[in-house]
């Protein structure tokens, strides 16, 4: 290109500060537009009190060399640590390894019944569920009945809300395509190693010491640097598009949040106010349905149904300081039990040492819900008092052990996926390419696609390119085909 274009980048998650690392370094002029006080999204480390804690849990680990450079570009490599992935699941009072543990996974289940698991397990390779385009049948044929409902079923729908055998099995392609009952176990048997080509049982990987936000913060200081532009607090509130080309934003100061990690000094005085910013280009990672609502002109009839027909699953951490002693050593452990609501616990401290004070730890509980549900509207000191409870229920420590406890509420934390979900987004894609194909989505919310932190990161570097080198990449085949997939082989490195 002659002239370098002026970029509007919205979102100041993973893949918004990925597009704004990538177009300073090549010298375009950028903006990048963030409704909250905080960078990171849904990769941001909380801060409360001292303590620091992840949204989720956020391993460092891709086989995409260009996101393996992109971290190291931002942070040195002494800000990294190398961490073991130690996880296990709690289901039926014991605690099973994860990776499985052929001596673990018998010991617990006992002999007959991982006797009856073999047996379900060969059933149902003979006989397969005919159906497979529902996540229930998906992972029926390829673990049979027995291990489904020990080791998916109940975990898997704490965190969708929703009956297993009404999820497509577009989700399995994304997350765990390649795992199947046979990796899992000669991964079982075989002599430990550092494993690499599933992701889901991966033995370490790097961490930035102070969480993952940490990585965020940093980019967003270096993009300031190098003469980007950040702004916070502002919410877009419209796209404007006229012939076939999306032409500049409008915002509107939203304010509320105060000062937070990434965010300026203080908080916003001219709340209310609205800004308008003129675009060449949009690289947008806000939700794909919000994208659409904020079209001015607005989008017809059939495109804004398709937005309002997408659905997210919504999620919430209580963070609990305990004394050192009560904690464990996984990054976290996934809670098969239906007794309980909470889905999964972290232990920070197994993270780093650098997000726990000494002698303390901190165990995040994490709960998926819906925004606006009962659960969601909980008071922070009813939710402190069920993860307390929920922990007592678990075994795992005595009430008197929790000293301080803290709530984050992070909306859209995960696009759901239904049987139609693929059928609106093809709607609005469509209509996107052809009256703003200067309108870029990227990202996890931005695409509507359940992509891990790399493949978000990637969606928005290709697309970086696609606008300024002016190649052809298809964002949309990024985690599908394998050239961009995780199982990409080591000697595409």
Known sequence: MTEKPEVVVIGAGPAGLSAGWELVKRDVPVTIIEGDSVVGGISRTAQRDGWRFDIGGHRFFTKVPEVEKLWHEILPDEDFLLRPRSSRIYYDGKFFDYPLKATNALGNLGVVEAARCIASYAAARVRP???????????????????????????????????????????????????????????????????????????????????????????????????????????????????????????????????????????????????????????????????????????????????????????????????????????????????????????????????????KTCLGLEYFVFEGDEMWNSSDEDLIALGTRELVELGLMRASQVEQGFVVRMPKAYPYYDMDYKKNVDIIRAWLAENTPNVHPVGRNGMHRYNNQDHSMLTAMLTVENIIDGTRHDVWEVNVEEDYHEEVSSSKK
């Open 129 to 359: 569920p005919k159906d497979q385009s529902n996540y229930e049948n998906w992972l029926v044929a390829r673990f049979g009945w027995r291990l489904y409902r020990t080791f998916f079923k109940t975990y898997t729908e704490k965190l969708w809300g929703v009956q297993v055998s009404e999820m497509p099995s577009d989700w399995a392609a994304q997350r765990i395509k390649s795992l199947s009952m046979m990796n899992a176990i000669v991964n079982a048997v075989m002599p430990k190693r550092n494993q690499k080509d599933i992701t889901s049982l991966i033995e370490e990987f790097q961490y930035p010491k102070y969480g993952p936000g940490m990585m965020w913060e940093t980019a967003t200081d270096k993009i300031v640097k190098q003469g980007g532009r950040v702004v916070f607090e502002e919410k877009v509130r419209k796209i404007h598009h006229a012939d076939g080309r999306a032409t500049g934003v409008t915002t509107m100061v939203t304010g509320g949040y105060g000062p937070g990690a990434g965010a300026p000094e203080s908080s916003r005085s001219d709340v209310g106010s609205e800004y308008q910013y003129s675009a060449d280009e949009i690289i947008s990672s806000m939700s794909f349905s919000s994208l659409v609502r904020v079209m001015d002109p607005p989008v017809p009839e059939h495109v804004l149904a398709a937005a309002n027909a997408l659905k997210y699953r919504d999620f919430l951490t209580v963070a609990l300081v305990v004394p050192e002693s009560a904690g464990f050593p996984d990054n976290w452990i996934y809670i098969h039990s239906p007794t309980v609501k909470v889905g999964r616990i972290q232990n920070f401290a197994s993270w780093s040492p650098f997000l726990v004070k000494d002698g």
